[in-house]
Nanobody, 119 residues
Framework: QVQLVESGGGLVQAGGSLRLSCAAS????????MGWYRQAPGKEREFVAT????????YYADFVKGRFTISRDNAKNTVYLQMNSLKPDDTAVYYC????????????WGQGTQVTVSS
């Protein structure tokens, strides 16, 4: 069992930055690809970024490449999502996830944190 708790969401103007944090507990990083998804109003949840299970590589959705960076602190069991050059289209609830493999639907989801980007 893995528990994921996100924080760091909020309201920001277009062009601004936010850093999301995800504190993991339970059976943590080992054995899971830790990542982020998001869900905008009226849309389906979509993949944003992830580590591989080993934590050695990262993958990003095309729409965030060059703007978002996923990172981790293994000692703190925490995953981060640094979001720069934010756009109104980035407005969504952001979820921290733990997947058995990259590309596989996550087994665990956090409760989500709201990010709102104003124009």
């Amino acid at each position: 069992q893995v528990q994921l708790v996100e924080s760091g969401g909020g309201l920001v103007q277009a062009g601004g930055s936010l850093r999301l944090s995800c504190a993991a507990s339970g059976r943590t990083f080992s054995g899971y690809a830790m990542g982020w998804y998001r869900q905008a109003p009226g849309k389906e949840r979509e993949f944003v970024a992830t580590f591989t299970r080993s934590g050695e590589s990262t993958y990003y959705a095309d729409f965030v490449k060059g703007r978002f960076t996923i990172s981790r602190d293994n000692a703190k069991n925490t995953v981060y999502l640094q979001m720069n050059s934010l756009k109104p289209d980035d407005t969504a609830v952001y979820y921290c996830t733990a997947s058995p493999l990259v590309g596989v639907r996550p087994d665990y989801w956090g409760q989500g944190t709201q990010v709102t980007v104003s124009s």
